[in-house]
RNA sequence: GGAGAAGUGGCCGAGUUGGCCGAAGGCGCACGCCUGCUAAGCGUGUAUACGGUGUAGAGCCGUAUCGAGGGUUCAAAUCCCUCCUUCUCCGCCA
């Protein structure tokens, strides 16, 4: 969510900012809200100033046994109308948040100006793309081939969009994810968290997944208003809302391997074979809470903190920075890491890192008290995938296949896969 | 799943014949004083949000907030309803 502050005082920047996103949303919409708003707490405000005042003299009166009936039916005139008005009130306040609640976040100054990923500009490039001397095969066709993966069955159990993993293939699942926590733990100071897979609305809009994106998520049938978390970043970033961090504290680092789930809601056509778009994946989710002054320096921590796991891994990639059109909702910085398929001959997302300043922080209302200050301040919020567990498994058994269709199990990846090195045809 | 208890300011804890309660007291914290020695004492202050004004995150005025939401009433921390959370006992269970 914006700063309401700001909206008032400079609507410019917040149109601009719309602007670059090509939002259609009408500032102008809000100005009027806010305005209607001011008027009746205005007007209600003076009526309950006159109950507060009164009161106390109804209670004397009744007190010295005297008739205090014309106070009274005065009185409750006043209630009357204060009702009335408090009633409109919440109506337009309420109309105010949604609308401030699906404003999204504005970029930061570095962000390039664009419309779509095609204007998203690359700024490294890592690793060389691997040259074979056969023709690669994606990973379904090899997973399937050697037995480790079975869409078939699980279309069976679940529907599409799911996928069954057997033997090796599971093995290295385990392993992928389990190497990655030992790398962020081990190597870049994260703490490790098993956070609930469910989570309630609060939790929800807390990250911005809510009230916007509603059908994109997985929404249990039971009446306590569950869902299903899309990342670890809505329950990793909203364990510290309604509270206030010390300053020393700052930055905390969590990260933590989960279950995603996602609807998917419109994204028929695309990706439907494989692993690579799933209603079900695993990722290992990295989430620091920055000082506003230091956030920006956080963000590239964490994209080379997510990078460090392609770079052990051996596996080529390349960094971009997100555009304003092609950005997501809460960001106000973002950076993909995409691995390199030789069976797509394409890079893919594995990884998206992105600073939402205060964004996060103002909606789960997440502060820490500066030293020396009166006031508190809102942390920065980041978040990003270190990495996309299924996605790299994708990477590895296309960027790590042989000519007659085995895959050889990476150096880094070998103390986890129990003496497996080559997974062959049978 | 059954039975019961509780939710007040950073913490503890008063307040339940509705009005004098934004809320006693204590602790903690901040600043000052005093004293001077591994202490203590004294004084003052100590929430947040919104609205108005404005020296525009100074001050002042107003409103709201005693788990959340709704109701009764001229008036609710105090009465009624719903929900949430925590705790205790029993049952069940990975």
Redesign the pocket.
């Known amino acids: 969510m914006l700063d309401?502050?700001l909206m008032?005082r400079d609507p410019d920047v917040v149109r601009e900012s719309l602007r670059k996103r090509n939002s259609k949303i009408d500032v102008a919409e809000f100005l009027a809200m806010d305005e209607r708003r001011?008027a009746l707490?205005?007007d209600?405000?003076?009526l309950?100033?006159t109950?507060?005042?009164?009161?106390?003299e109804?209670?004397k009166r009744?007190r010295a046994g005297e008739d205090a009936e014309d106070l009274?039916e005065e009185?409750?005139r006043?209630?009357e109308r204060a009702k009335e008005l408090d009633a409109e009130l919440?109506q337009v306040e309420a109309a105010e948040k949604e609308w401030m609640m699906s404003v999204p976040n504005i970029p930061h100054a570095s962000v390039p100006v664009g419309v779509s990923e095609e204007d998203n500009p690359v700024v490294r490039v890592v690793g060389d793309v691997p040259a074979f001397d056969f023709q690669p095969r994606e990973h379904w066709e090899l997973g399937v081939a050697l037995g480790g993966l079975d869409f078939e069955r699980a279309a069976k159990l679940a529907g599409a969009r799911f996928c069954v993993s057997f033997g090796w293939c599971a093995r290295l699942e385990r392993a992928l994810a389990q190497f990655m926590l030992d790398t962020q733990t081990g190597l870049h100071g994260y703490t490790e968290v098993i956070p609930p897979y469910i989570v309630n609305r609060r939790t929800m809009t807390g990250t911005g997944q809510l009230p916007k994106f509603e059908e994109d998520l997985f929404k249990l049938t039971d009446e306590?208003d569950f869902f299903l978390i899309p990342t670890a970043e809505v329950p990793l970033t909203n364990i510290y809302a309604d509270e206030v961090l010390d300053e020393e504290a700052l930055p905390v680092k969590f990260c933590a391997f989960t279950p995603c789930f996602r609807s998917e809601a419109g994204s028929y056509g695309k990706d439907t074979k494989g692993l690579i778009r799933q209603h079900q994946f695993h990722k290992v989710e990295m989430v620091n809470f920055a000082h506003p002054d230091h956030s920006y320096e956080a963000l590239e921590d964490m994209t080379r903190s997510a990078e460090r796991i392609l770079q052990l891994l051996k596996l080529p990639y390349r960094v971009i920075t997100l555009c304003t059109g092609d950005m997501g909702f809460g960001a106000a910085k973002t950076y993909d890491i995409e691995v390199w398929l030789p069976g797509q001959d394409k890079y893919r997302e594995i990884s998206s890192c992105s600073n939402c300043e205060d964004f996060q922080a103002r909606r789960a209302n997440i502060r820490f008290q500066p030293k020396g200050?009166?006031?508190?301040e809102y942390v920065h919020t980041l978040n990003g995938s270190g990495l996309a567990v299924g996605r790299c498994l994708v990477a590895v058994i296309e960027n790590y296949q042989r000519a007659d269709g085995s895959i050889v199990i990476p150096e880094a990846l070998k103390p986890y896969m129990g003496g497996i090195e080559v997974v062959e045809p049978k």
């Open positions: 309401l502050k008032q001011k707490i205005a209600v405000e003076a309950k100033a109950q507060n005042r009164v009161g106390p109804i209670a009744k009274l009185m409750k006043v209630a919440s306590r200050a009166k006031k508190k």
